[in-house]
């Protein structure tokens, strides 16, 4: 493998070292009493015991009999045993049906198991009480069969889940089941998208030449959902000073972070997130030894201190820019370890050139099981149809100028 050589560009900085900067300033949220059904996301601060058994009484497995096994130890096809049916109990009975020897109790699953029953047969081991008002069963029930204990799953005291789970759908039916209907935890951070620029259109409304269909904000409230914020899209806002810092103020009230895109390049006069942000000195602009996405900038805003992220206005900048920059960020506010793509080293199908000074990001398709990367067709920061097709970005580093096919690479695969 052959590699073309370069040098740094020293007033850029490095892409690790913006990261690095990124996530010592995000700061974890508060915990806080999160509701069930807020709580999908959430990570405990707290381990959660068990404060009832669970299940919390003897209950039914199965649809069928309640019986004592003593009553039906000799049943066989040959020699079926024939027990009166003496009252019938179904999930969320709670009256008492107390069984004594010599008969039965139909018993629906769930159900509460009555006393004086030990077993539970099956409707498939009887003839489903055609005769009425009585069962034959063909089968013996050892003692405990089809019953499901008090505090089979979890004893009093037991703990459930550990401080540091994030909830998902298994954790929140779990608590749900052990009676808990709030939990200590960090929830979910709340984003808000911006997306500025006089040329921007909602989507579904006629353009005339000079304008474009919005974009960026419906991408990154997508992708931001992946990475476990709760998003929400601001409408556009057009490139005036005032109104992006008043949009600005107006999204801090529910948010725990916002990212706008646009509005960041170097030296623009239209560039007004710079204009804007700038006076403000909380928010530093700088260049990243990247492509796409090279200028950025991130501080906080707001009497709270809140994180906010300006990225390019370009789409493929602005979505880059947001799986390494702000994705890892997600996390952090959960007081978790920052997550970053998964990285892979593979073979690289085709040939790549990179800007010197630059660690490159290009648009590739990963096939994992042949352990290749191809670059996709496509390369420009405005060509989304191009992301579309692509899985994967493959890392040329700042030294490199170009790769041959052949060449060993990282690839950052996406979600």
């Known amino acids: 493998m052959t590699v073309t050589e370069r040098t740094g560009q020293s007033e850029m900085q490095s892409v690790d070292s913006y990261l690095s900067e990124i996530l010592a300033?995000?700061?974890?949220?508060?915990?806080?009493?999160?509701?069930?059904?807020?709580?999908?996301?959430?990570v405990l601060t707290q381990d959660v015991a068990a404060a009832w058994p669970l299940p919390p009484f003897d209950n039914s497995a199965m649809d069928g009999y309640a019986v004592l096994a003593a009553d039906v130890a000799g049943a066989s096809p040959q020699r079926p045993v024939t027990l009166p049916v003496r009252a019938e109990v179904a999930?969320?009975?709670?009256?008492?049906?107390?069984?004594?020897?010599?008969?039965?109790?139909?018993?629906?699953?769930?159900?509460?198991?009555?006393?004086?029953a030990d077993a539970v047969v099956p409707v498939e081991w009887t003839d489903g009480g055609a005769a009425g008002g009585q069962v034959t069963i063909t089968r013996p029930a050892e003692p405990g069969h089809a019953i499901r204990r008090t505090g089979g799953d979890a004893a009093v005291g037991d703990v459930l889940l550990t401080a540091g789970t994030r909830l998902g759908p298994v954790q929140l039916g779990l608590?749900?089941?052990?009676?808990?209907?709030?939990?200590?935890?960090?929830?979910?951070?709340?984003?808000?998208?911006?997306?500025?620029g006089n040329e921007l259109i909602e989507p579904g409304r006629p353009v005339t030449p000079g304008q474009i269909w919005e974009s960026n904000s419906r991408m990154l409230a997508a992708a931001a959902r992946e990475a476990g914020f709760v998003a929400r899209r601001h409408p556009i806002v057009p490139d005036d000073k005032a109104t992006v810092l008043a949009s600005i103020e107006a999204a801090l009230a529910d948010a725990d972070l916002l990212v706008t895109t646009g509005g960041v390049s170097m030296g623009g006069e239209h560039d007004v997130i710079k204009a804007a942000l700038a006076d403000l000195g909380t928010v530093g602009f700088r260049k990243v030894a990247m492509q796409p996405g090279m200028p950025q900038g991130f501080g906080t805003v707001g009497p709270a201190g809140t994180p906010i992220f300006t990225l390019p206005g370009n789409p493929v900048s602005a979505y880059v820019s947001f799986q390494l920059f702000v994705r890892p960020a997600a996390n952090v506010f959960q007081d978790l370890f920052p997550e970053r793509p998964d990285s892979w080293r593979v073979v690289l199908a085709g040939s790549v050139r990179s800007p010197a000074g630059r660690r490159s990001f290009l648009r590739g398709m990963l096939d994992r099981s042949a352990g290749t990367v191809a670059p996709v067709s496509?390369?420009?920061?405005h060509q989304l149809a191009s992301?579309?097709?692509?899985?994967?970005?493959?890392v040329v580093p700042e030294s490199v100028t170009e790769l041959p096919a052949g060449s060993e690479v990282e690839v950052l695969e996406l979600p």
Not at 35 to 40: F, K, R, V, Y
Request: charged residues 15%.
């Open 175 to 196: 608590l749900a089941a052990a009676g808990h209907a709030a939990v200590t935890a960090r929830p979910r951070p709340r984003v808000t998208l911006i997306s500025t």
């Open 91 to 116: 999930a969320g009975d709670t009256g008492r049906h107390e069984l004594a020897a010599g008969g039965c109790i139909k018993i629906m699953t769930g159900a509460l198991l009555p006393p004086g």
């Open 387 to 394: 992301l579309a097709r692509a899985n994967a970005l493959i």
């Open 25 to 42: 300033a995000i700061r974890p949220l508060p915990p806080r009493q999160v509701g069930l059904d807020d709580a999908d996301g959430a």
């Open 378 to 381: 496509g390369q420009a920061s």
